[in-house]
């Protein structure tokens, strides 16, 4: 099978096409004929060598996100069955991922794919669906009428978490940092957009929230950032986040001011553990559902065929573009 491999860490251009034998599905895999990836940035920031620990073994196949048709079931495994069109995130950090024909990977790391949406376009979900979902429905407890601020909402993470704290109910304030990613979030539901870069949280909690702050902040972008999520939280609410192992600056005295809870989602951790890893499959189940009942869409930006790839990581590192960019394997 054809696979895309970095065999060192480096820029887009490391990229190589290899041939490789294909893989055999172990007890309680399956394996995946693949269409479809998508780019996250835990692809790029493995491929440039910044998180060591997550790199599947060299020659490593990156991409996280899949879609695809079941092609062999492992031993043991029941819920699936060869032809059954699937989703999932089994692999791509911590063992081979999604840039090959096929990827083999645990059962309970996939589920039936959205029927509503193209099967290829349903790679454009798990980690950010997934990361949405844990952020909004496990780190916090989001209801009917709270205000939630989602800052990053034109992003792959933000875009999905505004659809669903709205479809939980919530009053959605969303960020960006241009127009056209203000005028995204507020197709997909926000009620309100800021230009975070001209306004201070000062401000926007008092214009959105009369003063008190918001029930929930969603801060995918984390780090030092958490500092602002704190500056616009309420006494006694939630700040959820995806990124929190590189802040250099950060105090916790405002957590401790205003007693704060703060949930961090680390949403590939089942994979990388080789442990609970139904959690995954049972969450895109749910998701699958929000899909098809109309509450969730993935936003696609831009499509590249697989030996693109490098392009692909090029415009995601760049930052000028919205929702997400899909890789398929044509
Ligand atoms: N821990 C986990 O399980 C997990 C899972 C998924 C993602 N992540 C991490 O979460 C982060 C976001 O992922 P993603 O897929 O959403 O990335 P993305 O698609 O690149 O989107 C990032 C968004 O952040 C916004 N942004 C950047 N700097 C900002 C700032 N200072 N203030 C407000 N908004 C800012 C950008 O829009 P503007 O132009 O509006 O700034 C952009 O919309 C990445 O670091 C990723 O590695 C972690």
Redo the contacts with the bound molecule.
Sequence with gaps: MTAHVIEEYGDPGVFTETEQPVPDPAPGEIRVEVVASSV???DY?IRAGHIDPFAPDFPATLGCDISGVVDVVGEGVERFEAGDEVYGMPGGAGRQGALADYVVGHAGTFADAPESIPLADAAALP??AL?AWEMLTDKSDVGLGDDVLV????????HIGVQIARWLGANVVA????AE?RDLALDLGADAAID?TETDPGAYVAEHTDGAGFDTVFD???DD?LATAFEAVRPFGSVVT??SSAAEDLSLAPMHQQSLELGV????LPVLLGEGQERVGDELEDIATLVDDGAVAPHIDRRFSFSDVDEAHEL?ES?EFVGKILLVNE
């Excluded at 800052?151 to 933000?158: F, M, N, R, T």
């Excluded at 960020?175 to 241009?178: D, K």
């Excluded at 989602?265 to 590939?268: K, Y």
């Design positions: 996250n940035p835990v920031k980690v950010v990361t800052y990053g909402a034109s992003g792959g993470v933000g960020t960006g940092s241009t990613k975070y995918p972008i984390g950032h995806t990124e989602v680390l949403v590939i995601a930052g």
